[in-house]
C-alpha cells in the first residue's frame, strides 16, 4: 500500500497561483503513474494531470497552459503548480498512485480543498 498525503491548498483570488505537494510513502513500485484529480461539489471527481515515473504527461484541457504537474522520483513527491486560477478551478483535489506493473493497485491522498473566490 501506498500513503499519499497532499499539501498546499487553500483560498485564493481569480487569477493568483497556489502550488500543491503530494507526498507519497510505503511500497512505491518503480514503474507507477501519478496524478491530481479534483472534485467540485455536485460533480465527478475528474482528472487534472497525470505524469508516470517516466515522465509521460497528460493534462485536461481545461488546465493547459495554466497548471504544471511536476515529480521528484528520488523523494517520492509530486507537484502542481496552479497559475491563472479561475472560480471553476474550486475544488478537493486529490492526490493518486497507481502501479504499473505488478497488480496494478491505486492508492488516493484524502485530498487538500482550493477555493478560488474574491
Known amino acids: 500500500q501506498v500513503q499519499l498525503v497532499e499539501s498546499g491548498g487553500g483560498l485564493v483570488q481569480p487569477g493568483g497561483s497556489l502550488r500543491l505537494d503530494c507526498l507519497a510513502s510505503?511500497?512505491?513500485?518503480?514503474?507507477?503513474?501519478m496524478g491530481w484529480y479534483r472534485q467540485a461539489p455536485g460533480k465527478q471527481r475528474e482528472l487534472v494531470a497525470s505524469?508516470?515515473?517516466?515522465?509521460?504527461?497528460n493534462y485536461a484541457d481545461s488546465v493547459k497552459g495554466r497548471f504544471t504537474i511536476s515529480r521528484d522520483n528520488t523523494k517520492n513527491t509530486m507537484s502542481l503548480q496552479m497559475n491563472s486560477l479561475q472560480p471553476e478551478d474550486t475544488a478537493v483535489y486529490y492526490c493518486k498512485y497507481q502501479n504499473l506493473i505488478g497488480d496494478g493497485r491505486t492508492d488516493w491522498g484524502k485530498g487538500t480543498l482550493v477555493t478560488v473566490s474574491s
Open positions: 510505503g511500497r512505491i513500485l518503480s514503474l507507477n503513474i
Open positions: 505524469l508516470t515515473s517516466a515522465g509521460v504527461i
